[in-house]
């Protein structure tokens, strides 16, 4: 594969240190200079992999869109605010998009575990659900896009935890932890998801981005749970339309 990374930070070097060391090639773009990126910066390259920050999305998405890149996997977060006009890029540009809060493979299995426990506590009111996240002290996002990604699947099985407060820490180097708990008043059970480093996300981010390239994707935001299911579940046929 010929990847474009868009963002130079601790992420989208761990991308590129993965890809080159299973023999792909990755070109990793910085802050522009300019407005955004020239679209000449995104010739020949068949993937973009966008892992900037969360402002610069779209305007990275436009700019790959006009240098002829047609996939893309999205690994950056908090860019909700830019979502409508993503929509739009990706369908005028006919893109093939993969996007995730995360896109750990681990996070992803994850997120399923926690939304069985939830429907199964559902059941038993005397446990009551909580989640808290940590990260490190520089991330921007607060909570985090995971962290709200698990609400939510907890509020979908849990009617109770519609307005499940989440508790954010930020301090020292940790790249990531998220703890789901259900409480009673005479024990407690804890699913926890502890990232060690970025190289799971980097694994995640390829993984989105051979599923793009394995055959012909519909054009349109594909969630990470499809690349999963391919690379799991091969017997189970997702529709992608």
């Given amino acids: 594969m010929d990847l474009v990374i868009c963002g130079d930070g601790r992420l989208g070097w761990a ?8 023999g792909d090639r990755a070109r990793v773009l910085g802050r522009p200079g300019t407005r955004r990126h020239d679209a000449a910066s995104f010739a020949r390259a068949e993937v973009l992999i966008e ?28 860019w909700e605010a830019q979502a409508g006009r993503v929509e739009d890029l990706v369908a005028s540009g006919q893109l093939a998009t993969v996007a995730a ?19 199964d506590f559902a ?6 659900p909580y989640l808290w996240e940590w990260h490190r002290r520089g991330k921007a996002d607060r909570p985090s896009g995971t962290a709200r990604e698990l609400a ?5 099985a849990d009617p109770r935890a519609e307005d499940l407060e989440i508790a954010s820490v930020r301090a020292g180097a940790s790249p990531g932890v998220h703890v789901v708990g259900f409480d009673a008043p005479g024990e407690t059970v804890e699913l926890r998801l502890t990232a060690r480093d970025r ?16 055959e012909p994707r519909p054009a349109g935001l594909h969630p990470f749970e499809h690349v999963i299911d391919a690379l799991y579940r091969p017997d189970v046929r997702v529709a992608v339309a």
């Fill in 152 to 156: 939510r699947r907890i509020a979908e």
């Fill in 51 to 78: 892992a900037s920050r969360a402002e610069a999305v779209a305007d990275n998405v436009a700019a790959a869109v006009e240098g002829g890149i047609r996939r893309v996997v999205i690994a950056t977060t908090g």
């Fill in 199 to 214: 190289s799971a996300y980097a694994a995640g981010a390829l993984a989105a981005a051979d599923w793009l390239m394995a």
């Fill in 101 to 119: 809060a995360n896109l750990s493979i681990g996070a992803a299995i994850f997120g399923r575990l926690v939304e069985r426990a939830a429907e």
């Fill in 15 to 22: 991308i590129a240190a993965a890809a080159h060391a299973r």
């Fill in 123 to 128: 059941a038993a009111p005397e446990f009551e």
